[in-house]
Structures are given as structure tokens and as C-alpha cells.
């Protein structure tokens, strides 16, 4: 884990608010020189703090408005069982996320689909065809409560502060 300082704190909060952010505009909102903030990007970047940078889609208007979580049961924990689905769990396009879980279900698989009609067609071609499924209870979303695809970055408590100004 790294250490982030209060400053690193502020990069990530106003690039996760607006990717396309420049480090000019970022230096001059936390009263860091261009410099400095350039580095601490790169030094976030290269330590995998940041991933990469993305789009935020609204789904609905991409007519990608029903949301599914799909709970898959194996028909076996053999390791290379696992490895195939989640291989082929990641080809599907339809997928937006999948986690191995601890529990009454192996995976639970994230979809979104046109509406219940598309699904049916992404279950039948796709969810019901993975390799090792014994298996599979879709659960439909309502309605999102909470969606974030920000995190509040937080001050590992080491101690340690940066010293980039």
C-alpha cells in the first residue's frame, strides 16, 4: 500500500471528479507548482494508485438500462474450473463486473441488458453456456440507490508525508 498525504488525497479526489483535468489546472486548485503535481500523477500512475482513466456512461441512455446480478454456482472449485469461467465470464460484453465469492455462490456476475427481453437472450447465448455452471438465479435491479465510481482516498497511517512542494 502506499502512503497518501493529504496532498495525494486532493489529486486523486479532483481527477476522479474530472479525469480530463490538466496538471496545470490541478496544481493551481491545491497551490502546488505544475511540476511538483505532474509528479505525483506519474508517481500515482506508476504505482498503480490510479489505473487508468475513464468515461462514465449513462447506461440508460446507451439503451443499456436494466441491471442484473447473476449469482453462479460451479459444478466444481477444481482451480482450472475456475480459471475457464472466469476467462469466459470476461469475453461476455454484456458483463460489467464479476467477483469470486465467499458464500452460498461462487461468483456473482454484474450485467446490464436493454430490458428483460435482451436479457433473456444474453442468458440463454451467453450466462447458461459458461464452462463448469451448475447454477444461475438472475436478480433484476429496481433502481440504483448508491453508484459511486469514486473512492475517498485515505492517509495511510504511517506517518510518513511527502515533501513534493
Known sequence: MLDLDATDQQIIALLQSDGRMTHAAIAERIHLSASACLRRVRRLEATGVISGYHAAIDRERVGLGTTIFVEISLDSQHEDHLDEFEAAVAAVPEVIGCHLMAGDFDYLVHVVAADVSDYERIHRT???????????????????????????ARVALTGTEHTDR
Open 126 to 152: 451467453q450466462m447458461a453456456r459458461l464452462p463448469h455452471v451448475a447454477n444461475v438465479r438472475s436478480s433484476f435491479a429496481l433502481r440504483s440507490v448508491v453508484e459511486r465510481g469514486t473512492i475517498e
